[in-house]
Nanobody
Framework: QVQLVESGGGLVQAGGSLRLSCAAS????????MGWFRQAPGKEREFVAA????????AYADSVKGRFTISRDNAKNAVYLQMNSLKAEDTAVYYC????????????????????WGQGTQVTVSS
């Protein structure tokens, strides 16, 4: 079992920045990858970014590449999402997630393999 708690959401103007945090507990944090997803009103939840166990491998959705950065601190059991150059279309509830399986060769899980989810944090970007 993994428990996840997000924080750091809020209201920001277009072009601004926010840093989301996710605190994890319940399982050895360095043994599993982590991901960020988001869901905008009326839309399906979508993948945003993922990071491997060690932090050496990352992946991003095309829509956020070059603007968002995912990172993790295994000593603090935390994963972060630094969001820069925010746009109105980034408005959504953001969720951190963990897969059911531990890392294998420091790879990234497919988006459909995430089993544990936080409660979400709202990000609103005003234009």
């Amino acid at each position: 079992q993994v428990q996840l708690v997000e924080s750091g959401g809020g209201l920001v103007q277009a072009g601004g920045s926010l840093r989301l945090s996710c605190a994890a507990s319940g399982r050895t944090f360095s043994s599993y990858a982590m991901g960020w997803f988001r869901q905008a009103p009326g839309k399906e939840r979508e993948f945003v970014a993922a990071i491997s166990c060690s932090g050496r491998n990352t992946a991003y959705a095309d829509s956020v590449k070059g603007r968002f950065t995912i990172s993790r601190d295994n000593a603090k059991n935390a994963v972060y999402l630094q969001m820069n150059s925010l746009k109105a279309e980034d408005t959504a509830v953001y969720y951190c997630a963990a897969p059911a399986e531990d890392c294998a060769s420091d790879t990234l899980p497919l988006p459909g393999l995430y089993a544990y989810w936080g409660q979400g944090t709202q990000v609103t970007v005003s234009s």
